[in-house]
């Protein structure tokens, strides 16, 4: 009842219109060009070249994927459900991973391990080994995503572990099943929706993560697209492969939906009254102590450590601390206008979906989430189609780079912004309206007021995306505009690792915000 | 004269309609809807408040067209006040800024404070609603929409957020201040015992129709349908036969409609129902077997099977005490309902 029967207020459905609009124009645009050569796309798309790019694309994902869910089961079952000493600390080392973004740890790991690397250094000498296995390639990528995207999958399942009632468990226990089929019966099937969920966002970000393939060297699809469009002689070629990446993403979101309609019901029991009883380890703590050393030390320890021999010997050496202040300053103006722009257009947006659910809200906020589906590659490429072809004079100006930065964060600031709008009552503003106010000035002295704080945490969560945005700031950024993302990434490239380490730790630190955020509300993480 | 009427109101959602048909003239003093869950009560009180449009029919107030055929005024100038099921109290604001709220500039310290002490919450302007106990907040909704001086106020399920011990007292508190007022107002709830004990006036409604109007007594002593006999108190059915202005149960002859021959459902409500031991000569007695007995404290209610195997229920005063296999007299000592059989209930 409600609202429902009602029909949105005509400014707010156009302003809703006008933002999905917008978002969707620059890749619809990339589609009628694609199209437009209707035989030279299935051209390009059907060949060998193509394929095996989605072979290399896929595979990447679904290894990285399936090394993510294989290192989180044992994980999240250790530091939720048995006496592993130290479970507070390891719970939030083992988040921490995600701070680091993939070409800032590619850059670290390449330093470290790479030919011209610290170990090269260290093993040359004394031993005499000249050659160590090559990091670049499919192994170097494989292993910088699962490293730095594990926990994308850890900590939902950690969170599902812990509000799982444990009087399911102990009924099944109760009807004579063992401690396997229990958990294979009753635990496992409400972890799947988690599982599929955290999944999900480490296929998408392996899909369309842009700085650790192209810092390694492994050529999928957002890499090649991005040296095509650099050759500048293919620019149709790159936008087919574009859309080529967005139909796979695509097909990526469909199969998650799939999977979580048939998965798990809703709890009939709303949280669990007491902890699970958790297991005594015994002599197996030595081995499970191990393992979380083990990956903390490769995930954390080593790009830690690394980023602090960088940052002396930089400190130590020459800083170019106006390069450092401009990149800085530049990051923090695209991201800051991207935070402004984008908190704005989420209000028409979060208001449809929040008070006048329907099928047009429901459209509108589709297409206000087509951020989470596109990589920033396409979307930068979309952008340079529109502001070379549609509309002349855009190409390599500000605006540009925050138009595909608000693209591609909108969905953050939607989601926070209608979490806000669903917790203000619908009841207050219709009390405002029978005590006199008109539905504008009901919503100023009501809602307003009540939603402010959501509307400021989801500009400050596109913020903090923006400011470490890589793909598409290479791409729009008008000339001489380098960000501290630019400035790793292309340190990186030509070996200078003492120049990346200094925007490394600004973004870093910038990083580390939101998942600090995340994990005191002891929640799980979004993309 | 009716404060507030509606005629023919029609309103669905989807294929579900919820309001369909309704006349309700609500006049001065408290007027209670009163119905089961989904009967669509609610959206009476949204479409008289403005909250929601009629897909047909008409709102009056006095005699200004609220809602009609092109005509629809928005809440916010139809004067009415709403009192809302959970409050929403403005959390942001004070209690004095929620019940200034609704108010000009002008003279509104002086109405605040006049509100407040009307519900006598003086003390309190300062607290923010989170800070007050339920019945408090309740008070603050009212005096809220009392501030504007509203030509009726509607209040949804007004106590349903309160628990069972507050409920009673915050009832009378509210009678009170309404009367105080002088504010006509009607009362959306569920429970019977509310409406009843709350209104001057009671409407009940069923599946999106009203089904009786009348005053608490009415209502209770002469339900115009046995679905109203049955949802307001409770009431057990014999199956009798009618003929020449009488109609014979089990229990007892009792009049009718003189028109009224063949079959016949004799409504019971417990408390007519009597038991004792041993024959009083005169009145028809029927003797019967006790088979549950419910202990309340201030009262009980006693299940008897009759010779014909149909039970009956009979509610008395805590003595005597009463035990399952017990021999009974059974009497019929008030009034009955007699209905036309029916299929459902």
Known sequence: MGAAGRRAPLGLLAAGVLVAAATVLPVAYLATVVAGDGADWLETVLSGRALELLARSVGLAAAVTAAAVALSLPLAWLIERTDLPGRRVWSVLLALPLVIPSYIGAYLLISALGPRGELQGLLEGPFGIERLPSLYGFGGAWLTLTLFTFPYVLLPLQAVLRRLDPALEEAARGLGRGPWPTYRTVVLPQLLPALGAGALLVSLYTLSDFGAVSLLRFDSFTRVIYQSYRSSFDRVGAASLATLLV???????????????????????????????????????????????????????????????????????????????????????????????????????????????GRASRAVEGAAYAGHALPGVVVALALVFFATRAVTGLYQTLATLVAALVILFLPQAVGATRTALLQVSPRLEEAARSLGRSPLRAFASVTAPLARGGV????ALVFLTAVKELPATLILAPIGFDTLATEVWSATRIGSFERGALPSLVLLAVSAVPLSLLIARDGAPRA | MSVLACRGLRRSFGAVRAVDGVELEVREGICALLGPSGCGKTTVLRLLAGFERPDAGEV???????????????????????????FALFPHLTVAGNVAYGLGRRGRRERVAELLALVGLQDLGERRPHELSGGQQQRVALARALAATPAVVLLDEPFSGLDAALRVQVR????????????????????????????????????????????????????????VAG?????????????????????????????????????????????????????????????????FGHDQLVHVELPSGRRVRSRSLSYPVWHPGDRVRVQLDGPVNVFAPERDV
């Open chain 1, 456 to 459: 400021l945490a989801g500009a």
């Open chain 2, 172 to 227: 009378h508190e509210v009678r009170a201040i309404l009367t105080a007022a002088g504010v006509t107002a009607l009362v959306v709830t569920h429970d019977q015992e509310e409406a009843l004990s709350l209104a001057d006036t009671v409407a009940v409604m069923r599946a999106g129709r009203i089904e009786q109007v009348g005053t608490p007594e009415e209502i209770y002593g002469r339900p115009a349908t046995r679905w």
């Open chain 1, 247 to 357: 139909l796979v993403t695509l097909a990526v979101l469909w199969l998650e939906g799939r999977t979580r309609r048939a998965g798990a019901g809703a709890p009939t029991s709303r949280g669990s009254a007491r902890p699970p009883a958790r297991v005594a380890l015994g002599r197996w703590r030595w081995p499970a102590l191990g393992l979380c050393g083990a990956i903390t030390g490769v995930a954390l320890g080593l790009p830690v450590a690394m980023l602090a021999v960088w940052t002396t010997r930089a400190v130590a050496g020459e800083v170019q601390w106006g390069d450092v202040g401009a990149a800085a300053g530049h990051s923090l103006l695209a991201a800051a206008l991207a935070a402004a722009v984008a908190a704005a257009c989420a209000i028409p947006v979060a208001l449809l979906a929040a008070r006048w659910p």
């Open chain 2, 60 to 86: 009056r107030a006095d005699d200004r067209l609220l809602a009609g055929p092109g005509t629809f005024v928005v809440p916010e100038r139809r004067r009415i006040g709403m009192v809302f099921q959970e």
């Open chain 2, 231 to 295: 949802f307001v108190g409770e009431a057990d059915v014999l199956p009798g036969e009618a003929r020449d202005g009488w109609v014979r149960c089990e229990l007892a002859r009792v009049p009718a409609d003189p028109g009224f021959s063949g079959a016949a459902d004799v409504l019971v409500r417990p408390e007519s129902v009597s038991l004792s031991v041993g024959a009083r000569g005169g009145r028809e007695m029927i003797e019967g077997r006790v088979v549950e007995r419910e202990f």
